[in-house]
């Protein structure tokens, strides 16, 4: 499975973007998928996971309330849906598959990873 991620750029402190991870090869539908983050310096945080059926989610406490994550399995396709945004989100998102149908937190879990899109926020 390859997977693509886009959708990234830069917004201002308050303001919302749409992150999209596609695949191709074949389908990631009985997959979970999750979402990590990257900020330089620091590591790979989990900030959004979801099962391979759409119906589980899951968040850190840093992004409840603010990220959702869904996906749209006949265009093979998972969302990050992100508002209400923080300088401290700034970082390269990426996507990532897993073999599992539920997602965690854990990167290791994951064994398909996308290129990262930059999303940065301005004060």
């Known amino acids: 499975v390859q997977l693509q991620a886009s959708g990234g750029g830069l917004v201002q402190a308050g303001g919302s973007l749409r992150l999209s991870c596609a695949a191709s090869g074949r389908t990631f539908s009985n997959n979970a998928v999750g979402w990590f983050r990257q900020a330089p310096g620091k590591e790979r945080e989990f900030v959004a996971g979801?099962?391979?059926?759409?119906?589980?989610?899951t968040y850190p406490d840093s992004v409840k309330g603010r990220f959702t994550i869904s996906r749209d399995r006949a265009k093979n396709t998972v969302y990050l849906q992100m508002s209400s945004l923080k300088p401290e989100d700034t970082a390269v998102y990426y996507c990532?598959?897993?073999?599992?149908?539920?997602?965690?937190?854990?990167?290791?879990?994951?064994?398909?990873w996308g290129q990262g899109t930059l999303v940065t926020v301005s004060s």
């Open positions: 979801i099962s391979w059926s759409g119906a589980s989610t």
């Open positions: 990532a598959a897993s073999r599992r149908s539920y997602s965690g937190t854990d990167s290791s879990q994951y064994v398909y």
